[in-house]
């Protein structure tokens, strides 16, 4: 089934169709919107967040609603996971539903405890967000959370994860901003050393809220942007739908609800029709959102490569097209903003 709904997938995104006869590889899954940190890039500063948890009803309907497609579930939006009471159960629902699941935490409920918890469920991926090599940097853009105390909790997981023989994949990441601008070196020296780590990123700044300036050229949008085929979906605590992480993030308005209409009619709705067929006119920058949008447009030719190959295989092989793209000869395959197309040698992913 999965296979089959890719080669749907492919079919509509090279053929340019706006209405789409399948559902999504990937869903970006707001377990929580609740946070213990104050963060100057995060969106959360200018959306206020209800201190509420997704309701078993909205996550059961969607998984069971996506479970024959979704190839994956990343279980974080503008919340931590693991002020969530249930995101253990949730990864476990996600398995028994053969979707595989990721998370991304900022360390601070990492503890000795969550640690052990985490390795005993079937999560495969984690994402340690730790930005900054210096306590000033961290502590500058993590307002809450203690540097020595993070950094601490980050290396026990990864080496409890090698100890256990967890074949959990772990990656450290720091979002490249002003203040942590030349600490790449110290990072990734640091992490790659540290036992347990499989990875370590570099990644840029793909919020508007440090750079509100910064976004895609005209000439950019030759190419349709992948998310409104392919994914991530973004699906709000609330069981809102909006087409990715950051139409949310740029005030764009759900296309729909998983409480009122099933993820076929959604993922056809009038406005996901409307938003595609801008993309496909060459004319992405008449949406809103889309023309403040910072985020990288891949080429065709990687967005076909993507839905040929299972959303586990993708991942794993996303750090390698990644430093093609902006290091070796592919450097045509991404198209970022312009500040971000300045920074490209200082975005590195590192595997151990």
């Not at 079919?11 to 899954?29: D, H, K």
């Not at 764009?252 to 067929?277: H, K, T, Y």
């Not at 004319?283 to 891949?298: L, M, S, Y």
Request: aromatic share 8%; charged share 30%.
């Amino acid at each position: 089934m999965r296979i089959w709904n890719r080669a749907k997938l492919l079919a509509a995104y090279l053929g340019r169709r706006t209405r789409v006869n399948a559902l999504p590889v990937e869903y970006i899954v707001e377990t929580t919107a609740k946070c213990n940190l104050y963060c100057p890039m995060c969106p959360r500063e200018t959306h206020k967040q209800p201190k509420e948890d997704m309701t078993d009803v909205v996550f059961e309907r969607l998984v069971q609603g996506a479970a024959r497609s979704a190839e994956h579930m990343m279980l974080i939006g503008l919340g931590e996971p693991f002020l969530d009471p249930k995101i253990f159960e949730r990864i476990e629902y996600c398995a028994e539903h053969g979707v595989y699941s990721l998370l991304s935490t900022n360390g601070t409920l990492l503890d000795k405890t969550a640690t052990e918890k985490l390795l005993d469920t079937k999560l495969e991926h984690v994402t340690l967000s730790f930005d900054g090599s210096t306590k000033e940097s961290f502590e500058f853009y993590r307002k809450g959370a203690r540097f020595e105390k993070v950094r601490d909790n980050f290396l026990h997981f990864a080496r409890r994860k090698k100890e256990r023989g967890s074949k959990m994949q772990v990656v450290v990441q720091m979002v490249r901003m002003e203040k942590n601008w030349n600490e790449v070196a110290d990072f990734t020296r640091f992490w790659k050393a540290a036992p347990g780590v499989d990875e370590v990123r570099i990644k840029a700044d793909e919020t508007d809220l440090m750079r509100p300036d910064a976004a895609h050229a005209a000439a950019d949008w030759t190419h349709p942007c992948h998310y409104l085929w392919r994914g991530a979906v973004y699906v709000k605590h609330s069981g809102d739908v909006y087409p990715c992480c950051q139409s949310y993030n740029l005030g764009g308005a759900p296309v729909g609800n998983v409480n009122d209409a099933p993820l076929p009619e959604i993922f056809n709705s009038q406005e996901m029709i409307r938003m595609r067929d801008a993309h496909v006119r060459g004319a992405g920058g008449e949406i809103d959102v889309c023309a403040k949008c910072r985020t990288a447009i891949p080429h065709p030719a990687l967005v076909a490569g993507s839905l040929l190959l299972h959303g586990r295989t993708v991942r794993k092989l996303l750090p390698l097209v990644e430093r093609l793209a902006y290091f070796g000869r592919w450097t045509g395959l991404l198209r970022p903003v312009e500040d971000q197309k300045e920074a490209r040698g200082e975005l590195v992913q590192i595997k151990k």
